[in-house]
């Protein structure tokens, strides 16, 4: 605990200095001295395949800040993350969300799952997405004029402390939004020095030739994630539309949709996989349950056994979506998740 409480001292001291020390030829004064007195940084590139986490992962924990988002990181001794918008763009500046997105997110998910949503969940969720509509309005327009500078100062403050940005997933590449916001997300995107972005695929194939050449103009990617929808064909008209269209590769929900081969998917089109959205849920005959890794059908062990011996580089994603145990929290869940890996590959 007590190491606990001197690294949260040292982020809350280390945030005031990257916010408020870029100065002139943008270089810190002051954080570097006191990041190399944090002592041990966290190191989650196991054997040779790193292993990250969606930042969604920590979706119900009460403070969303990018400072906190950091924590969590640090706490689960991960070292490579995919950020989602939030508290990237907070930081930045962008409006402040009143939706709470912690009551948001398991209504979506049951939505998607084909799940009965009860009236009450119904208007709920309809209230929710429209006040999310105004918003996204009101983020459009913070778009139009916000500065690279903060950005900057995020990446500095997640490396500096020992975390790279390897994915940016902020909600500014969909069908809703101007050529504008998508080049915002981009710039964004390399600016927290992401090599790629994603986005739920849109299945629109006007669309994802668009992304893909914006993505090239860009020197990044652009990575589809996608669920049950998922099929061995889901990418290949993205993937022959542009190089800078990639995979964000969701291996549970392959197995939860029925698939029979991911190993052979992930051969094949390992060179077009940006990143690798890991979970374990069961198969159909089993009821596609999320459950804690090691109860489910998805073959993780074989998957990340693959990725060692093909020396396979792009990362392998935790996203925690099993219910967290009484008495536990997101972060040690993801901890676990990563000891689980190690298991794996040692």
Same mark, same amino acid.
């Given at each position: 605990m007590k190491n606990q409480h001197t690294r949260r001292q040292f982020l809350g001291a280390t945030t005031a200095l990257v916010a408020g020390a870029v100065v002139g030829s943008n270089k810190l004064f002051g954080a570097p001295t006191l990041v190399r007195s944090l002592g041990e940084k966290p190191n989650s590139l196991v054997k040779g395949v790193q292993i990250g986490v969606i930042t969604y992962s920590f979706r119900d924990m009460p403070d969303q800040s990018a400072e906190a988002t950091l924590q969590y990181v640090l706490d689960s001794g991960i070292n490579a993350i995919e950020l989602m918008g939030g508290p990237a763009e907070t930081f930045a500046g962008a409006p402040k969300n009143s939706v709470d997105m912690?009551?948001?997110?398991?209504?979506?998910?049951?939505?998607?799952e084909n799940q009965t949503l009860t009236d009450d969940e119904q208007? !709920?969720?309809?209230?929710?997405?429209? !006040?999310?509509?105004?918003?996204? /309005? /009101?983020?459009?327009?913070?778009?139009?004029?916000?500065?690279?500078?903060?950005? /900057? $100062?995020?990446?500095?403050?997640? @490396? $500096?402390? #020992?975390? *790279?940005?390897? +994915?940016?997933?902020? %909600?500014?590449? #969909?069908? !809703? @939004?101007?050529?504008a916001e998508i080049d915002y997300g981009m710039r964004a995107a390399k600016t927290l020095g992401a090599n790629q972005v994603t986005? /739920? =695929?849109?299945?629109? %194939?006007? =669309?994802?030739?668009?992304? +893909?050449k914006m993505a090239e103009k860009h020197g990044i990617r652009v990575g589809y994630h996608g669920h049950e929808q998922q099929t061995p064909t889901f990418w290949d008209t993205a993937l022959a539309q542009s190089p800078g269209n990639a995979m964000n590769f969701d291996l549970g929900h392959y197995v939860a949709a029925g698939q029979p081969d991911p190993l052979g998917l992930i051969r094949q089109k390992h060179t077009r996989i940006a990143?690798? =959205?890991?979970?374990?849920?069961? *198969?159909?005959? =089993? #009821?596609? +349950?999320?459950?804690?890794?090691? !109860?489910?059908?998805?073959?993780?062990?074989d998957v990340l056994t693959l990725m060692r011996e093909q020396k396979y580089t792009f990362p392998a994603t935790v996203e925690l979506e099993y219910q967290v145990p009484a008495g536990s929290s997101s972060v040690a869940e993801v901890k676990k998740c990563l000891n689980f890996c190690r298991n794996i590959l040692a």
């Open positions: 912690r009551a948001m997110f398991p209504l979506m998910r049951k939505r998607r208007k !709920q969720l309809a209230d929710m997405e429209a !006040q999310m509509k105004a918003y996204r /309005e /009101e983020v459009a327009k913070w778009r139009q004029s916000a500065s690279m500078t903060k950005f /900057e $100062q995020v990446r500095k403050m997640y @490396n $500096q402390a #020992g975390v *790279t940005i390897y +994915g940016f997933k902020p %909600d500014a590449f #969909g069908m !809703q @939004n101007s050529d986005l /739920e =695929h849109p299945a629109n %194939d006007a =669309h994802t030739l668009k992304l +893909g990143s690798m =959205h890991i979970k374990d849920r069961q *198969t159909p005959a =089993h #009821g596609k +349950g999320n459950l804690p890794w090691g !109860q489910g059908d998805t073959p993780l062990t």
